[in-house]
């Protein structure tokens, strides 16, 4: 057979990602901070864009945990219900996607565009004059001009420590620049995070060069800075109190066996008796093993729920959106018009539709963004309404596939839901992802365990242990099993683990210890 080009004409169906479907899964799964800065981003970028200074709407639901309901969705307002009416009505756009198997429904358009946003009239005052430590003193509305920001302080970071004092105690210039390099690698706990041969090889700095400056960043205050391990930052603080025997530094050497409480093989180790490792052990314990957290590090982010759940007084669910995670963003499209009618250059025309385009679908993928992380809260407090009421022993197994079955979604358009977002609840503040456990066996072939109650389980047993009789992690087998959990030992193995309990050794020798 010959070969030959020719052309064929096939048919199939292919799954596009268009830009607009991409941009709404994007918003999706985004977390309120990255998606308030998406929002400032489009803000600079489209000129038809506005931020509202009005106080958003909430988007609430009650939820009713006795009987199945249907969302309804009022047209002219943003709340929703759960109730016995008709269900969610889908309206379909002009847009050149599907959003099949992405959201359920159809997002609201904005009505409220047209309504011109009038600023109320700000009156400005300038200080014209300070006072002067002294004397009355005038100042000018240039650029002397006071500041409040000026005077506000924060503060100071270790590394900013730590540089002050090499400036003080390095006055050569490469000793300076290998300092500072080494300053840099420096975690917020005060230790050295790079190995030293390899910073050397880095600066192209002699071994014995870059050991001498770290020896002298060494003896920086706080004591113990920039140790390259624990064993090391200990040393540093006892030697400067003249604790650093040849006995301390054996112990030292075997701080797993300290850590572990097994006194015994310490004292046959360092040659002394009891009441030694004990002295021992009390100078330790004055150190600090992460002398860098004295200082000012990163600011600790709190976290924002994304939605509000309460209870009511007939005891039902009551579920809002946290307006203050929400921006708010119109479309200007008196500016819009007023651009286009004085514009005659064809390329300015659709330049103004493409931004008044995309300023549409970020409203829409806005307001369905919203109207999605709803309604998953929703079906999550159905499935979880005895965690809510009686605690996390109560909590149900619950995965993606039930979740999205029951709202008519899409597993994958659930997990993006739930990524990085929480919910307030009267029981504190959990992630959504937190409401989604594995299960765990009943003996009696009864309802199953949530993975997260047994684990919680599991350590309310241990805690309440006597120091006389520590459960193994048989017993405990035995004593989940009398409760109709059926567990394997390597599970609860497992389980305790992740919840950092040591082994009923380890417990037993502890409790010995501290008795």
């Known amino acids: 057979m010959a070969l030959a080009p020719r052309l064929e004409i096939r048919q199939g169906q292919a799954l596009v990602m ?93 009505t409220q565009n047209e309504s011109a946003i009038s600023a109320p009239d700000q009156t400005s005052s300038d200080w014209q004059s300070v006072s002067g430590a002294g004397g009355a003193g005038s100042g000018s509305s240039g650029d002397n001009e006071f500041s409040l920001e000026s005077t506000l302080t924060r503060e100071i970071t270790l590394g900013e420590h730590l540089t002050d004092q090499m400036n003080m105690a390095i006055k050569d210039p490469r000793q300076r620049m290998i300092g500072a390099y080494l300053i840099d690698h420096v975690n917020e706990t005060g230790y050295m995070t790079a190995d030293l041969v390899e910073m050397a090889d880095r600066m192209g700095a002699d071994l014995d060069e870059t050991g001498a400056v770290l020896a002298i960043l060494q003896t920086f205050d706080p004591s113990g800075i920039c140790a390259r391990d624990l064993k090391e930052c200990l040393s540093i603080q006892l030697a400067e109190r003249d604790r650093l025997d040849p006995t301390m530094q054996i112990f030292l050497q075997h701080l797993e066996l300290f850590a572990r409480r097994d006194f015994d093989l310490l004292m046959k180790l360092c040659n002394c008796d009891r009441d030694d490792i004990t002295s021992m052990i009390d100078d330790i314990r004055l150190c600090n093993p992460k002398p860098g957290l004295a200082f000012g590090g990163e600011p600790v982010v709190p976290v924002i729920p994304d939605v509000f759940i309460r209870q009511r007084a007939d005891g039902t669910w009551a579920i809002e959106l946290n307006a203050a995670t929400l921006p708010r963003v119109l479309v200007n499209q008196t500016y819009y018009a007023e651009v286009s009618k004085l514009s005659g250059d064809p390329k300015a025309k659709a330049y103004l539709s493409e931004c008044l385009n995309s300023a549409n679908w970020l ?17 999550i407090v159905r499935q979880q309404d005895a965690f809510l009421m009686h605690g996390i022993q109560h909590l149900r197994p619950l995965n993606l596939r039930t979740v999205a079955d029951a709202i008519s979604m899409h597993e994958s358009t659930v997990s993006r839901v739930t ?38 389980r599991i350590k309310e047993l241990i805690d309440a242990e006597l120091n006389t009789a520590v459960l193994s992690d048989d017993n405990l087998v035995d004593i989940l099993k009398k409760s109709g959990i059926d567990i394997a030992r390597r599970t609860v ?14 417990r037993r020798r502890d409790k010995k210890a501290y008795a």
């Open 419 to 456: 990524a990085s977002k929480y919910i307030a609840t009267p029981r504190g503040i959990f992630e959504m992802k937190y409401f989604f456990t594995s299960s765990i066996n009943a003996t009696a072939g009864g309802e199953a365990h949530s993975a997260e109650a047994v684990r919680h």
């Open 493 to 506: 193995a497992k389980y305790r683990e992740a919840l950092n309990i040591p082994s009923s050794v380890q």
């Open 18 to 110: 268009t830009p607009q479907l991409q941009q709404a899964i994007k918003l999706l799964q985004l977390s309120n901070l990255e998606l308030g800065e998406y929002v400032e981003q489009e803000l600079e970028k489209n000129p038809l864009l506005e931020a509202s200074t009005a106080e958003p709407d909430v988007a609430s639901l009650s939820a009713d945990n006795d009987s199945d309901r249907e969302f309804e969705a009022p047209v002219a307002e943003t709340a929703l219900t759960l109730s016995d009416d008709a269900p969610l009505p889908s309206r379909e756009g002009d847009l050149d996607m599907d959003y099949e198997n992405v959201y359920a429904d159809e997002a609201r358009a904005d």
């Open 363 to 379: 409203v829409k993928s806005l307001d369905q963004r919203a109207r999605t992380i709803l309604k998953v809260a929703a079906e």
